[in-house]
């Protein structure tokens, strides 16, 4: 166990032998995780334990769980500050403002490009295709690719 590791679990009111207990169980896992993972998870309401044993679950099932998470949540606050772009995108083509539609699509294609998102989920649908005016969640969408 890091000392960073164990300075946090003592600061969370854990005795020395139940961090003892809990480095034999999160051992085998990047300290790195664990450090995210605890930090995570002790945003909710619980002991320090409680938040451990969801750590190691979370681990468990995959290794770089808390990695994984902070990708998703990125993604998705990104995607969601452009959906307001992609509203004025789709209104200046609604409205027949080609010019201003193509300016607003650069720079939504730049951000999409810039941060690896998938292009379709940021605009809803193919964004040259005017039949296509649905659009997607992005939160849900960065979520159901976390799980995947």
Avoid: C
Wanted: hydrophobic content about 35%.
């Amino acid at each position: 166990m890091t000392p960073k590791l164990r300075s946090l679990l003592t600061r969370a009111g854990l005795t020395q032998k139940a961090i003892e207990v809990w480095n034999r169980k999160l051992s085998r896992y990047d300290v790195d995780q664990v450090i995210k993972g605890f930090k995570s998870e002790s945003e909710h309401a619980g002991d320090a334990d409680a938040h451990l044993q969801i750590v190691l679950d979370h681990l468990k099932e995959k290794p770089d769980y808390y990695t994984r998470l902070d990708k998703a949540m990125g993604e998705a606050i990104v995607a969601a500050d452009l959906r307001g772009w992609v509203d004025d995108y789709k209104k200046a083509r609604q409205y027949g403002n080609v010019g201003l539609a193509k300016r607003i699509k650069v720079n939504i294609d730049k951000e999409v490009q810039k941060h690896g998102l998938d292009r379709a989920e940021v605009y809803g649908s193919d964004p040259d295709d005017p039949r296509q005016r649905e659009s997607v969640d992005p939160i849900k969408a960065a979520v159901d690719k976390l799980l995947a």
